[in-house]
């Protein structure tokens, strides 16, 4: 590949990960940690970029397949988890709030009014929003043929520019000094800036980002695992590099935005209310009308992506019903509000982001492993169990019966367990064979 190829294959990586939804984060995690922003940030950026281009190069040094240790069914209900994750119980239903929050909330004068629907309260504005945003996205996926295509090669440069104004601009942002750490950000802003990591949900998207990006390389002639190890390492560290200046830079705006934040519920209001403070109202058109063609084109990826997964998967369910069904859960699910949906979606990650991580560390260490098969379900086993006790913790249950374990007030019970089985599994003698 030419320098060119490299760069292209890069800018596209980091276009795969920084979905709009992902501004949201950054920005409001940095007005709560305060003083204590950097320590978050540095968290952040592990479980944000760090983990998820460490799974494109596990995809890829494992040849395309993470789970081929794992039994078959496991494997499955492990993918099937995946794909309903960033699909339509929670990164689809968000690109609809987010279009919403960015592109058409700051427009609107009133945007109490409420509808009552089946004895649910639902915001009269957000239905509205999300149900046309889920319309179009609709017959986009069923029938996409080159027009996707088309906006996402104009959006995608277009969105990579505003992104870059918009953070050179934030170092020249005179704002208010950091105020005192709120929440978990007092005492522990790195553990919470891990977990709030895992609200990208980056790291489950790169291990089926990573199939994508080796088929695009073997379409280039380059089908030699060495080498396509070598290329997406390459495009990884241009990712990582744009994917920490975005974020490096929101984290300072939400610490410094100070009456910019006034009030906010989300990183979405810190975003548009500073936009509209620097660049006047056509700078918050021009904001509201990339990020929300951006969420409508990641909307129809990940709505056209978990249909074609289901119907290879069930061969009886057939694509363009998958797509209806699939579109109707994501704008149901998405008038739960973009704060309420945050919050419900952190204890299934934090019972989730550990498998996938585990999948991702057991990669690099599997050639020195004497019986992988065994030390893969070992390894994903303890990750599962530990991370399903952090969930119900993260969810409110009292499980104070756990205190004892490293970590587990700050969310991280799994971490210490796994390491260790992943030590043990080191040093298991090589399988029998009969």
């Known amino acids: 590949m030419s320098i060119g190829d490299t760069f292209g294959l890069g800018f596209m990586t980091f276009a795969f990960f920084l979905g709009a939804g992902n501004l949201i984060f950054p920005p409001f995690a940095g007005m709560l940690a305060g003083e204590n922003m950097p320590w978050a940030m540095m968290g952040f950026l592990i479980t944000a970029v760090g983990l998820p281009l460490s799974g494109l190069i596990a995809v890829a040094r494992s040849n395309g397949s993470v789970m081929k240790f794992l039994p078959p069914i496991i494997a499955t209900i492990i993918a099937i988890a995946i794909y309903i994750i960033i699909g339509p119980a929670f990164a689809a239903p968000r690109t ?212 074609e997964f289901f119907e290879e998967l069930i061969p009886a369910f057939s694509y363009k019903p998958l797509v209806v069904f699939f579109s109707i859960i994501s704008a149901i699910v998405a008038n739960v509000g973009l704060t309420q949906l945050i919050e419900v979606s952190i204890p299934v990650l934090v019972s989730i982001y550990p498998v996938a991580i585990a999948l991702v560390a057991i990669t690099y260490i599997t050639p020195k492993l004497n019986n992988p098969e065994l030390s893969h379900r070992i390894i994903v086993g303890v990750a599962l169990l530990f991370g399903i006790v952090d969930g119900l913790s993260a969810a409110g249950f009292d499980i104070h019966i756990f205190d004892f374990m490293p970590l587990f007030d700050q969310g991280l019970a799994w971490l210490i367990p796994t390491m260790i089985a992943m030590f043990t599994c080191l040093t298991l003698p090589p399988k029998k064979h009969k």
Not at 127 to 148: E, Q
Not at 220 to 230: F, L, M
Not at 237 to 265: H, P, Q, R
Request: hydrophobic share 50%; glycine share 10%.
């Open 96 to 307: 609809g709030l987010v279009a919403y929050e960015i592109g058409v909330k700051p427009f609107l004068n009133d945007t109490s009014a409420m509808i009552t629907l089946g004895g649910i309260d639902l915001n009269y504005s957000q239905m509205l929003s999300t149900l046309c945003f889920f319309t179009t996205a609709l017959f986009l996926a069923l029938y996409p043929g080159k027009l996707l295509d088309s906006v996402g090669k104009v959006l995608t440069p277009l969105l990579i520019t505003l992104l870059i104004v918009l953070s050179i601009s934030v170092m020249f942002f005179h704002g208010t000094p950091p105020s005192v750490p709120t929440g978990e950000y007092l005492n522990t802003p790195l553990t919470k800036g891990i977990i709030e990591g895992y609200n990208t949900m980056d790291t489950l998207a790169s291990l089926m980002f990573g199939m994508l990006i080796i088929d695009i390389l073997k379409k280039k002639g380059i089908n030699d695992p060495k080498s396509q190890t070598r290329y997406l390492v390459r495009a990884a560290i241009i990712a990582a590099t744009g994917l920490a200046f975005v974020y490096i830079s929101l984290f300072f705006l939400g610490a410094s935005a100070g009456e910019l934040a006034n009030g906010a519920e989300n990183g979405g209001q810190i975003l548009t209310n500073y936009v509209d403070a620097e660049f006047g109202y056509m700078g918050s058109i021009l904001l509201s009308g990339v990020v929300s063609l951006a969420c409508l084109t990641t909307a129809v990826g990940l709505i056209v992506a978990c249909s």
